[in-house]
């Protein structure tokens, strides 16, 4: 059983996806635990896999049998392990908060909204475990394709939002499909590892080069990395919370995940560093990506479109770590993968909450919040006090490891522009807090006359318990995530390190 | 010596968090939860005195988060000597809270008894923190537990407040204290307080100077100019936090971050060496100065007693830098004596406040015929405040001068003594007018009604504190002579 | 100038899929009917099809089907060079099924886009939008 997990990762939901679409012909009501099923059976399984990678070295699969270079393998190490547990347990996290929005916002598409839920997720765990380049690439348009729906299921703006998103997602596939185009022009082969080795002879070639920049390219655009995010807000913004809660957190984070395995897997850092010589250039767009998505983030008046533009901003935490060129930044960048994802998912999922009982995100919905719903609002000030980086939540070490660093490298910019967003975090969020702590103000209500029952108008309305338990583990986890740093940079992160880095 | 004490020291107050919670309907049931938890925590804290009175250092690790900078608390002769301050008086500021928020019908109260509780787990969190890291986490879980409470009463004043008071207390500490700790650990490798300094050594003068400006400003809970206005923009807060949080657990607590970033962060030899004591030590005499002028001029009598606080705080900040034996146990116990000294002022205040409703000094004309028992108090803590005998300032400033001259300022020492009349100027007025001055109200004449009794005893008791110390400044002498000596090699 | 023309004239393939590319990528940007922009989205991923199965031919080769029997040791090995490279054809297949799917998920969001605004005209519908 245990040396099939890396398939039964993919194919568990893959399966349940058909079941879940018969379902929804024939019975609605096993929609939910069908997909269930299918993620459950992927959390298990890339639990079993991380285990498995940790004791006895990184597995390879191969798929029917077929030895690479030829066949498509699976190559799972320390990283895609983590990273592939991450996605399977907070897509199943979400899953089970999003019972009850799909139930009142799409009664009738409850098959076709499992459906795409399960195949998403099914694209991602693929495209984090497989160890072929063209794989990726169809994996990636299963996300892609399935993400376009999901989003294009909300009201209003949200299927242009989608078709926008469409656009610019086939763009950015298209490029990473070119690129892997022309990595098979100068090498015959599209597994990663075999590329890895048949690419270093041909260091220096311009074809190569080429090859790296479009498939980069192609990627930024699929992560939103500024200045390519402009599909991103609103995607995310408009989408049904469900969704966001789904794709916000995991979709970009996958990306990062894929930019750093081309980089080190069929790159390599030397490469990079000294053929590519673009870190600098890079680093500086990561701080961009920082300062525009917290300033572009300061101007919005709708909690969910404010915490897409600082997803935009994280993204280049993780792009501007990446290319630092040190360990430190690298672990950092991985860390933040990880710590990303879960708090990401805790303040989308918060948000999906508040939407599920006031049924809009808009500053003015969020008023008298912490009476109303005090559990969801505790949660998101968990969330947010992660993405401000407070210890002991775990954005916290990862920031830690990213300005370590940017100090080792010398790059005072990256620093600074760390410290700035997450002083603008600050500012963010507790502008939330602000209103939903202190309006609607109560009038006539000077020096302390009057006190009484404040804003007594207000009456407690928590979400539903289905959404508040994933919530408060999410909440958790920010905790737990922050207290296990030592382990995890310990035993999984180090080790995958590239030796190469400085 | 490793023992889960000192962490269940910290954490007993945050596990009454949820029953304060559960008895929400019942204020009784609720307020005897914070009775037993500030009981239990001071049981534990005294528990620890023995300990460290024999010279053990008791600790314990509790997660490896980083290297070289785990998750680990650690008690030494300083951080007992501010953990008990702070656990005592928690017990007395409860039962004042009773008084005051009954008195006043205050709203939230449930949400007010959960932040302090919260509060004060932090608050002994950095007493007991083993390294910079631990101390930065508590720092912050202070700043935000304290948010709620500084703008407890959630209209446009408490939310201006608000947002200075974050604006000073993260702000800084983001921008400036956290990114001086990565620095410091990028340098050292570790970041455990160790009494050389684990910075000694290993550092360029000019990085060492950079850095200890970066701590100092950093951590704006001190107060030195100029990060010093969110304190009394926080006034707005219910006098039961500004008398506890902000006379004691908060402030201190940013007086006590600094003191770990001179003893355990650089060291004494380090800072002699390069001569940076004296420059901190001048940029607290400026705060001295400038604080208690200010005073002089502020008509709020919370307002007037922040800004003292602004300049009793650097009292400590400069003890400290003077880095001679006398005049850091000075600093040291200063943190006990005005803590008991600034608690009284900021009790009677709010005693005032509950019993007539009145803020402002100049309506306070001839109150001493109608609280008599609350300004006899308030006299107590002045004269500590200033520094006068009989009253435990008297022993803190003394061992001030004396550190001083050891450390053969004599420029520092005259600061020292205009700044003491400066007090009694800001002070003894107050006392004046209440006792010897007509009543303006003309209810304020007819006999003695001073409020709820919650409200003005726990003033009395820290006032007969503050004077029992005088005679008897045990164990907090002991505890910050021992500290020092730690310092200077036994 | 003289050196690139050898270069221009070996490499038409190349030159041929990116001018379809840019032809595809302007009609994303630049028209205005939605419909259009996901025509300019099809020219845009048959560039790349185009491109791959571009590099899978040879001069001189036939289509991949082997024979067999045709010899014995030595002569029973296949030239490669005989044969066109298969494997591209064979990704371009998945690509066009990706091409297709993708289409077909645009033109869905356009037939709600236009239930919606009843127009698929953009600068109309960023109208609508600003109105609202």
């Known amino acids: 059983m245990s040396e099939q997990y890396p398939a039964l990762v993919v194919i568990g939901p893959l399966l349940c996806a058909l079941l879940v679409s018969v379902a929804g012909w024939l019975r609605p009501r096993l929609c939910l635990p069908f997909a269930l099923l299918g993620l459950g059976i992927s959390a298990a399984a890339s639990t079993g896999l991380l285990a498995q990678v940790l004791t006895s070295g990184p597995v390879t699969y191969r798929l029917g049998g077929w030895a690479p270079p030829w066949g498509i393998v699976y190559q799972v190490d320390n990283l895609n392990a983590v990273v592939a547990a991450l996605v399977s347990w907070v897509a199943l996290f979400n899953l089970a908060a999003s019972y009850r929005a799909v139930m009142t916002d799409y009664p009738e598409k409850i098959g076709p909204f499992y459906t795409l839920y399960v195949l998403a997720v099914t694209g991602m765990l693929g495209m984090v475990v497989t160890g072929d380049a063209f794989n990726l690439y169809v994996l990636l348009e299963i996300t892609s394709l399935t993400g376009y729906a999901l989003i294009g299921l909300g009201g209003g703006r949200a299927p242009l939002a989608s078709l926008n998103y469409l656009f610019l997602g086939t763009i950015g596939a298209s490029f990473y499909l070119l690129g892997v185009g022309y990595l098979y022009i100068v090498t015959g082969s599209l597994n990663m590892a075999d590329l890895a080795k048949l690419l270093t002879p041909l260091y220096g070639s311009l074809a190569l080069l080429a090859a790296f920049a479009i498939t980069l390219v192609g990627l930024w655009m699929k992560m939103a990395f500024f200045p390519l995010h402009a599909w991103l807000p609103n995607a995310y913004g408009f989408a049904p919370s469900p969704a966001a809660s789904l794709l916000a957190p995991l979709m970009t984070k996958v990306m990062v995940y894929v930019m750093i395995r081309v980089m080190i897997s069929v790159f390599t850092v030397e490469f990079i560093l000294q053929e590519v010589a673009l870190s600098q250039f890079v680093v500086w767009l990561a701080v961009a990506a920082m300062v525009a998505g917290a300033l572009l983030a300061l101007g919005q008046r709708d909690l969910k479109r ?81 993405m401000i980086g407070v210890p002991p939540f775990c954005g916290f070490f990862s920031k830690w490891y990213l300005i370590r660093g940017g100090l080792e490298a010398g790059h005072w910019g990256f620093v600074i522009a760390l410290l700035f967003s997450s002083l603008v975090n600050v500012v963010l969020f507790f502008r939330i807090f602000e209103i939903a702590f202190f309006e609607p103000m109560s009038h006539g209500h000077g020096g302390h006359e009057g006190h009484g029952e404040h804003g007594g108008a207000v009456a407690l309305a928590e979400a539903p318990l289905s959404m508040l338990l994933p919530l408060m583990a999410a909440a958790l986890g920010l905790v737990a995530l922050g207290l296990a740093t030592g382990p995890l940079v310990e035993k999984i992160i180090l080790p995958i390190i590239p030796a190469g880095l400085g | 010596m490793h023992s889960i004490t000192p962490l269940l020291a910290v954490l007993v107050s945050l596990a009454a968090v949820p029953f304060i919670i559960l008895c929400r309907k019942r204020p009784n049931a609720r307020e005897s939860v914070t009775f037993i938890a500030a009981g239990i925590k001071l049981l534990l804290v005294a528990s620890l005195l023995p300990l460290v009175m024999a010279g053990k250092e008791v600790g314990i690790t509790l997660a490896p988060v980083l290297p070289g900078a785990p998750l680990a608390l650690k008690v030494d002769a300083f951080g007992l000597l501010f953990a008990l301050v702070s656990s005592s008086l928690w017990i007395v500021t409860s039962a004042y809270s009773i008084g005051y928020m009954r008195g006043l019908d205050e709203h939230s109260q449930t949400r007010y008894f959960c932040f302090f509780a919260v509060a004060l787990s932090a608050t002994i969190g950095v007493a007991f923190s083993a390294n910079l890291f631990t101390m930065y986490l508590f720092y912050e879980m202070l700043s935000l537990a304290t948010y709620p409470l500084v703008t407890h009463h959630q209209d446009p004043e408490a939310r201006s407040s608000g947002r200075k008071y974050l604006f000073y207390i993260m702000g800084t500490s983001i921008a400036l204290a956290l990114p001086a700790m990565i620095i410091a650990y990028q340098q050292a490798g570790t970041l455990a307080f160790s009494p050389t300094g684990f910075l000694a050594g290993k550092v360029s003068p000019v990085m060492a100077g950079v850095l200890l400006f970066m701590f100092i400003f950093g951590f704006a809970k001190a107060g030195i100019i100029p990060v010093h206005s969110w304190l009394p923009a926080a006034m707005v807060a219910p006098t039961p936090v500004s008398a506890l949080l902000h006379a004691v657990a908060v402030v201190k607590v940013g007086v006590f971050s600094i003191l770990r970033i001179i003893t355990g962060v650089f060291g004494v030899d380090l800072l002699r060496g390069l001569d940076l004591g004296l420059a901190v030590a001048w940029v607290a005499a400026f705060t001295i100065i400038v604080a208690s002028l200010i005073a002089l001029s502020q008509d709020g009598l919370k307002r007037r007693l922040a800004f003292s606080t602004i300049g009793q705080l650097s ?111 800001y002070f003894l007025p107050i006392v004046y007018r209440a006792y010897f001055k007509p009543p303006t109200e003309a209810a304020w004449a007819e006999g003695r009604d001073e409020g709820p009794a919650a409200a003005w005893v726990p003033p009395l008791i820290t006032a007969a504190c503050s004077l029992v110390l005088f005679f008897y400044p045990q164990p907090f002498l002991r505890l910050a002579q021992m500290a020092v000596a730690s310092l200077f090699g036994g | 100038m003289e050196q690139y023309i050898p270069l221009f004239l070996t490499k038409y393939n190349y030159w041929v899929y990116i001018a379809l590319m840019m032809i595809g990528l302007w009609a994303m940007i630049a028209k205005n009917n939605l419909v259009k922009k996901i025509v300019g989205m099809n020219i845009f991923q048959t560039a790349i099809i185009l491109f791959y199965v571009s590099i899978g031919a040879k001069y001189g080769a036939t289509i991949p089907i082997l024979q067999h029997g045709s010899g014995h040791g030595h002569e029973a090995a296949v030239r490669a060079a005989d044969y066109i490279n298969p494997l591209p054809h064979v990704l371009m297949l998945t690509a066009i099924v990706v091409s297709v799917a993708t289409l077909g998920v645009a033109l869905a969001l356009v037939i709600r886009i236009h239930q919606r605004h009843r127009t698929l005209e953009e600068d109309e519908i960023l109208e609508q939008l600003r109105e609202s």
């Open chain 1, 306 to 386: 404010m915490l897409a533009y600082i997803v935009v901003a994280e993204v280049g935490y993780m792009v501007g770590g990446a290319w630092l060129g040190n360990k430190l930044a690298m672990t950092g960048a991985i860390l933040h993968i990880i710590n990303d994802a879960v708090m990401t998912f805790c303040v989308f999922l918060a948000a999906g909450c508040i939407y599920q009982k006031t049924r809009g995100t808009a500053f003015e919905d969020l008023q008298g919040l912490f009476k109303k719903m005090p559990w969801t609002m505790t949660a998101l000030a968990a969330g947010a006090l992660a």
């Open chain 2, 315 to 425: 009292y400590i900040v400069l003890g400290l830098a003077l880095l001679s034996p006398k005049g850091m146990t000075g600093g040291t116990l200063h943190i006990a004596m005005h803590a008991f000294g600034k608690i009284t002022l900021f009790m009677c205040a709010g005693a005032i406040f509950v019993a007539t409703g009145k803020k402002n000094i100049s309506e306070m004309t001839g109150i001493g015929k109608r609280m008599p028992w609350t300004m006899a108090a308030f006299l107590v803590g002045s004269l500590s405040v200033i520094g006068l005998p009989p009253t435990g300032g008297f022993i803190s400033k003394w061992y001030l001068a004396l550190g001083c001259l050891q450390a053969g300022s004599v420029a520092l020492l005259v600061v020292l003594l205009v700044s003491s009349l400066l007090n009694a100027a």
